[in-house]
T-cell receptor
Framework: GEDVEQSLFLSVREGDSSVINCTYTDSSSTYLYWYKQEPGAGLQLLTY?????DMKQDQRLTVLLNKKDKHLSLRIADTQTGDSAIYFC?????????????FGAGTRLFVKA | NAGVTQTPKFQVLKTGQSMTLQCAQD?????MYWYRQDPGMGLRLIYYSASEGTTDKGEVPNGYNVSRLNKREFSLRLESAAPSQTSVYFC??????????????FGEGSRLTVL
């Protein structure tokens, strides 16, 4: 079945790099995503990677995809207190019934000043 | 620039009561979704509607019904609320993959407590 797993908590010091890891099970996923949720708000897309890519860089964010191991990671360089949030890994599965996105449980990132 | 709008934002129900969560999007998206968010469990898909006129069950559909009223609106109904349905509910919309990234756009959430 479909499953996305990620650790629940990560604590880093301001200025350090954060690395959030995720594993997924469905090798047919077209896109893999990282969403960010700030307190009291809905999720917003942070970045995504297409399944035929190994890496994507977007300013302080680096996404690495290892398709063989079904492993996705998000690295945040120079982590700031404003990066404190819950980060969700997600994959979109397609089919004749339409597309649905499956989320991991979310990793709560704590940034210590 | 409304995006996805959910109502109500907060609701307290007694066990056995019914209610409907409303969701509307103004981005002309084909697909709409209802998720629930519980601590340590992330977001779980309740129902989704790939396009107007279709609905499908997600991971946790029991105790819920949905209606895709038109392209803009997708409602979630609890017929007989139970304490296990205490959660934060999110509506989302997207265009299908295939030429787009499949990004989901979320509402701000509806916080439901069932006593």
């Amino acid at each position: 079945g479909e499953d996305v797993e990620q650790s629940l908590f990560l604590s880093v010091r301001e200025g350090d790099s954060s690395v959030i890891n995720c594993t997924y099970t469905d090798s047919s996923s077209t896109y893999l995503y990282w969403y960010k949720q700030e307190p009291g708000a809905g999720l917003q897309l942070l970045t995504y990677i297409f399944s035929n890519m190994d890496m994507k860089q977007d300013q302080r964010l680096t996404v690495l995809l290892n398709k063989k191991d079904k492993h996705l990671s998000l690295r945040i360089a120079d982590t700031q207190t404003g990066d404190s949030a819950i980060y969700f890994c997600a994959e979109t599965l397609g089919g004749t019934g339409g597309f649905k996105t499956i989320f991991g449980a979310g990793t709560r990132l704590f940034v210590k000043a | 620039n409304a995006g996805v709008t959910q109502t109500p934002k907060f609701q307290v129900l007694k066990t056995g009561q019914s209610m409907t969560l409303q969701c509307a999007q103004d981005m002309n998206h084909n697909s709409m979704y209802w998720y629930r968010q519980d601590p340590g469990m992330g977001l779980r898909l309740i129902y989704y509607s790939a396009s107007e006129g279709t609905t499908d069950k997600g991971e946790v559909p029991n105790g819920y019904n949905v209606s895709r009223l038109n392209k803009r609106e997708f409602s979630l109904r609890l017929e007989s609320a139970a304490p296990s349905q205490t959660s934060v509910y999110f509506c989302a919309s997207s265009t299908p993959s295939g030429g787009t990234t499949g990004e989901l756009f979320f509402g701000e959430g509806s916080r439901l407590t069932v006593l």
